[in-house]
């Protein structure tokens, strides 16, 4: 109990910044008391930063404290020195691995609480205070605990470096400024800190002004994030109001048809349900009629059978038809086709309007585009596996390698008859469509190709050049042949430049406008670029533009997903 008394009695008479028993204890407006000397230090060390703060609660004072010793509180600590209060030091003022330990203890080292700049030496609390006693010593700069010390001396002359060698940008001691350094540009190395805490300054201004930047972008940008939240769930919810009356409007007109059907068919099938009750009433006259002339003619008096048969002879004249026509297996059909011609004029309509709503998502762009890419691998990025459409291929296009690869032939393939089919150009189209950023690379072999991008409404059906890739204003496209690169766009036709290659890459940035071709071989170089402004997504197209019979055939181009 009692060594539980002392350990208590300890912590509480101890100063907070040297840790160990106060010495000449005095005690700061908030309360606390520290050794004078510790709080001297302290305040001395602040008041560079403009600052007078308690160590323990932080408190700031606006002017320095004028430090009277507390003769209560330094009596109160003889008395706990008589009862043995330091017998030894505490285990927390010896020196741990992680710790700075005296380099003037001898045996178990303390915690060293300053490190002298001159001396180069570490100093406990006992071991410091001739630097505070000693006039000589008080000049000494003194800085918390440092494992570094030695880093302030020369390695070649064992001195203190205190000049800095500005031409080499190293600390050095007085005897390099006569030697290695000299002629150098020196100054001592405080001059230099000074210089260069001005700078620090400096730099910490940038970055606090960089920070308070960012912080503003931060801010700006989750105001975006909250506009855009907020625009996507209202357009969100508008949507879904508009095709819920779609929806309905589909429905209430799918009602009414069927409706009017019912109807319809309930006047039809009454008109024919009469008309057959008539003539069913009819046979049964018929019937009746011919039982009665069967039993006249079985008739053995003459007399009797002549004055019967003109009463009986007469037959009243039908109202019906001789004979019923009607139009077999054709009744309500014709509703069935009409409206199925209007379910495929609706998808064409939502296909069309689909791909302008798309376009019209996907133009959201709250932040600054990517930069284009540079080098292969940044193109690999936006690499996309694309295939060709055997709809939209010419009958002299043969397609294989998984429809990647099409052939220029001299027999026409046996595809079907197909809206989308180019009937007079030798070319086809992906079957992908292209938005966002894409690369894709074609190889080509024979005479030469044209590598293309178009829209998928461009006009399919004759030789007008509304058909034609780079003729009009729905496709882009670059002639490539064994001596040269040609640019077709809107019937222009510009001759490019660029290394001759068998492999084009082609980068598709949808959103940017931009539309590149590259000459592609160990490395890759630009053949054209093209800005414009893209309103519907593109399909990559391929055409030859030889004669089908003026050549042996067997020209071809592959769509290529180039990968490392």
Sequence with gaps: MAQ?????????????????????????PCGHSYCMNCIKTHWDEEEKKGNNTCPQCRKTFKARSVLVKNTMLEALVEKMKKAGLQAAPAD????GPEDVACDVCTGRKLKAIKSCLVCLVSYCEKHLQPHYDAPPLQKHKLVHPSKQL???????????????CRTDQQSICYLCSMDEHKGHETVPAAAERTEKQKELEGSRQQIQQRIQDREKDVKLLQQEVEAIDGSADQAVEDSEKIFTELIRLIQKRSSDVKQQLRSQQETEVSRVKELQRKLKQEISELKRKDTELEQLSHTEDHNQFLHSYPSLSALRESTHSSSIKVRPLRYFEDVTAAVSELREKL??????????????????????????????????????????????????????EENRRATL?????????????????????????????????????????????????????????????????????????????????????????????????????HRAGVLSFYSVSDTMTLIHRVQTTFTQPLHAGLQFYYYLFSYPGGDNAELIQPKD
């Design 4 to 28: 539980r008394v002392v350990q208590l009695d300890r912590e509480t008479f101890s100063c907070l910044i040297c840790v160990d028993v106060l010495k000449d204890p005095v005690t700061i």
């Design 92 to 95: 927390h003022c010896y020196a």
């Design 150 to 164: 030695q880093q302030n001396i020369c390695s070649r002359h064992d001195e203190v470096m205190k000049i800095f």
């Design 347 to 400: 998808q064409d309509v939502l296909r069309e309007q689909w791909t302008n709503i798309s376009l019209t998502v996907s133009k959201v762009d709250v932040l600054l585009p990517e930069p284009e890419p540079k080098t292969r691998a940044d193109f690999l990025k936006y690499s996309r596996e694309i295939t060709l459409d055997p709809n939209t291929a010419n009958m002299y296009l043969l397609l294989s």
């Design 409 to 509: 032939t001299k027999q026409q393939q046996s595809y079907s008859i197909h809206p989308d089919r180019f009937t007079y150009y030798f070319q086809v189209l992906s079957k992908e469509s292209l938005t966002g950023r894409c690369y894709w690379e074609v190889e080509w072999r024979g005479r030469g190709v044209e590598i293309a991008v178009a829209y998928k409404n461009i006009s399919r059906e004759g030789k007008s050049y509304e058909c034609a890739f780079g003729f009009n204003d729905k496709s882009w496209s670059l002639r490539c042949d064994t001596k040269s690169y040609t640019l077709r766009s809107r019937k222009v036709q510009t001759p490019v430049s660029g290394p001759l290659s068998s492999r084009v890459g082609v980068y598709l940035d």
